[in-house]
């Protein structure tokens, strides 16, 4: 919950300094560093989400059980959204202040957060579950999850400067598109690593 929590803030401090203190710059790039800062702190933990309980056997016992692994990828797919996305939200408070962005766009950006998170932990836990048990899975599934949450950057972050709700309805769509989706491609990933 931390580490995510931490490198998204360090992301948001750390910007100013590579910009300058150009407050019009900051502005109008801030908002857009933050859902950059988001996609990254989302991924951090990929590597981590799944493969414990994979290399323990537990997926196999709950299969024993009755309980499909798409009911136990959604559950995963929940919790990984609590343990970052409410807290990004929250970070995004001291952020907007850091980068410079003002309070009407702040509100532009926590409803986009809210809308977005939920798919960014789509993303990570479907590419969790896709390369589990892999060699260098960390760095492949980073590089897996950037062009696949592209479309959320776009208009969660197109949002901040178009006018009208467009990039924020299309920004909540993906992401309810991706949670829909990601317990059964999930699932169906853990039955193939484990049958294999």
Do not use: C, K, N
């Not at 407050?23 to 800062?37: N, S």
Request: a negative charge; glycine letters at 14%; charged letters at 10%.
């Amino acid at each position: 919950m931390m580490l995510p929590l931490l490198f998204f803030l360090a992301v948001a401090m750390v910007y100013p300094f590579a910009v300058g203190p150009d407050a019009q710059l900051l502005a109008a790039t801030g908002g857009g560093v933050i859902w950059v800062a988001a996609l990254l702190a989302a991924i951090l933990p990929l590597d981590r989400l799944l493969a414990g309980d994979v290399e323990q056997g537990l997926f196999d016992q709950w299969a024993l059980r009755g309980i499909s692994e798409e009911l136990v990828i959604a559950v995963r797919l929940f919790a990984h959204w609590l343990g970052f996305g409410p807290f990004l939200m929250l970070a995004a408070v001291p952020a907007s202040a850091l980068v410079g962005i003002d309070g009407e766009t702040l509100i532009l950006v926590e409803l986009g957060l809210l809308a977005g998170t939920p798919g960014l932990a789509a993303i990570g836990i479907l590419i969790a579950s896709l390369t589990i048990g892999l060699r260098g899975s960390a760095a492949l599934a980073g590089l897996l999850a950037i062009p696949l949450a592209v479309p959320l950057l776009v208009f969660g972050a197109g949002a901040l400067s178009a006018p009208g709700e467009g990039g924020l309805a299309l920004t909540g769509a993906i992401s309810l598109l991706l949670v829909a989706i990601a317990p059964f491609a999930g699932g169906a990933a853990i039955r193939a690593a484990r049958e294999e």
